[in-house]
């Protein structure tokens, strides 16, 4: 006579919960990617970069730079600088660009926080905390923290059609900013 316990019974059960959840796994990963590469940090967008120069050219000079090209590539907007400090090597402030989202006319302001910090030889590029403004006809918005409207964006539920062109547009603008600072600070 064979003996039967519970636990040989629960067996195939558990073979099958888990390939439940290894598929899940793979469906939910698949519905996240929106072949937008927009980086994360502490659940903030929050790009990056690090440059080593080939030349050592001074702290100072650097910093000059790097302060000539925020005041060009966000005109107008230099009392947006919130922390200028030439001893230090820091730069902080905020800029603010547009982002054409359909032939209607609609588009989006978006404003990070712009961190630049040099050393000798050395900077290193930060944008993050991104705000953005709908601007549409008829219709009156406040800025708002972006990272609710793409937490929503990944998890295939956009709070408009226009969503994928605005986090299109933020990512190559932010990735033209960080090209267009490494060709003024290696003139």
Avoid: C
């Avoid at 050219?57 to 200028?84: C, H, M, P, R």
């Avoid at 793409?150 to 408009?160: A, I, L, N, T």
Wanted: without cysteine.
């Amino acid at each position: 006579m064979e003996h039967v316990t519970e636990s040989n019974n629960l067996l195939p059960m558990r073979k099958l919960l888990t390939f439940l959840i290894v598929a899940a796994s793979f469906v939910s990963n698949a519905q996240n990617d929106t072949g937008i590469p927009i980086p994360m940090k502490n659940g903030i967008i929050f790009y990056e970069k690090e440059y080593l120069l080939d030349h050592a050219i001074s702290k100072g000079q650097l910093y000059e730079k790097a302060y000539a090209w925020f005041i060009k590539t966000f005109d107008g907007v230099e009392n947006n600088i919130k922390i200028a400090d030439k001893k230090n090597g820091r730069l902080i402030g905020e800029g603010a660009f547009r982002i054409d989202v359909n032939e209607n006319g609609n588009y989006y302001w978006l404003k990070p926080v712009i961190e630049i910090s040099v050393k000798d030889g050395a900077y290193s590029f930060q944008s993050y905390n991104y705000y953005e403004k709908p601007i549409e006809k008829g219709i009156t918005n406040d800025y708002s923290k972006i990272e609710y409207r793409w937490w929503d964006f990944r998890k295939g539920k956009p709070w408009s059609s226009e969503d994928k062109k605005l986090f299109e547009g933020l990512d190559q603008t932010t990735l033209s900013l960080m090209a267009s600072l490494e060709k003024d600070m290696t003139k």
